[in-house]
T-cell receptor, first 114, second 113 residues
Framework: GAVVSQHPSWVICKSGTSVKIECRSL??????MFWYRQFPKQSLMLMAT?????????EQGVEKDKFLINHASLTLSTLTVTSAHPEDSSFYIC??????????FGQGTRLTVV | QQQVKQSPQSLIVQKGGISIINCAYE??????FPWYQQFPGKGPALLIA?????SEKKEGRFTISFNKSAKQFSLHIMDSQPGDSATYFC????????????FGKGTKLSVKP
């Protein structure tokens, strides 16, 4: 199957700083990428949908100025958590689509804000 | 409005037993019914999926049963193994969604040796 690589796997940052998470499709071009957040023992919640070359579409309740998404190429999308706070600590997961139905997920990024 | 209801929330099965997880949905436009498997600290991975033109699909020890009229589908894991211990999510969707998924709440499966 298609491979999606997410980096870093884990990151610890200080409160008030910004953190960037990368999501790359390694062997296919991803016209659409999705960003999810997962709190401990909970399900994945869609945060936003990013399409290459256009603005991301955010789900209700997700602050677009706090979670900046850039999808500058067909193989890379980035999520930047700006001015991170402890409540932003979570597991962030990206997925990519290649035009079909199946989703290909990255391995996730564990963010801890201290 | 909760579009996807998954049960049970947790499941403990003895090695060699059968694990059954259920998913009920509301949107009749859904036409792709996958199950994802997630290990701790990892992203989910597609385990098995079914389209509505068949009522059952089997891949090795994993089987999906689909009931269109009841708007339900289930995952059966035969001869459950400790390595199957993970969280399972259903995420019914529409063809061409490219991964825009609404996940069930998940079922944590523990298979005891």
């Amino acid at each position: 199957g298609a491979v999606v690589s997410q980096h870093p796997s884990w990151v610890i940052c200080k409160s008030g700083t910004s953190v960037k998470i990368e999501c790359r499709s390694l062997d296919f071009q991803a016209t659409t990428m999705f960003w999810y957040r997962q709190f401990p023992k909970q399900s994945l919640m869609l945060m936003a949908t990013s399409n290459e070359g256009s603005k991301a579409t955010y789900e209700q309740g997700v602050e677009k100025d706090k979670f900046l998404i850039n999808h500058a190429s067909l193989t890379l999308s980035t999520l930047t958590v700006t001015s991170a706070h402890p409540e932003d600590s979570s597991f962030y997961i990206c997925s990519a689509g290649s035009g079909g139905t199946e989703a290909f997920f990255g391995q996730g990024t564990r963010l801890t804000v201290v | 409005q909760q579009q996807v209801k998954q049960s049970p929330q947790s499941l403990i099965v003895q090695k060699g037993g059968i694990s059954i997880i259920n998913c009920a949905y509301e949107n009749t436009a859904f036409d792709y019914f996958p199950w994802y498997q997630q290990f701790p600290g990892k992203g989910p991975a597609l385990l098995i999926a079914i389209r509505p033109d068949v009522s059952e699909k089997k891949e090795g020890r994993f089987t999906i049963s689909f009931n269109k009229s009841a708007k339900q589908f289930s995952l059966h894991i035969m001869d459950s193994q400790p390595g199957d211990s993970a969280t399972y999510f259903c995420a019914p969707t529409r063809k061409g969604s490219q991964g825009n998924l609404i996940f069930g709440k998940g079922t944590k499966l523990s298979v005891k040796p």
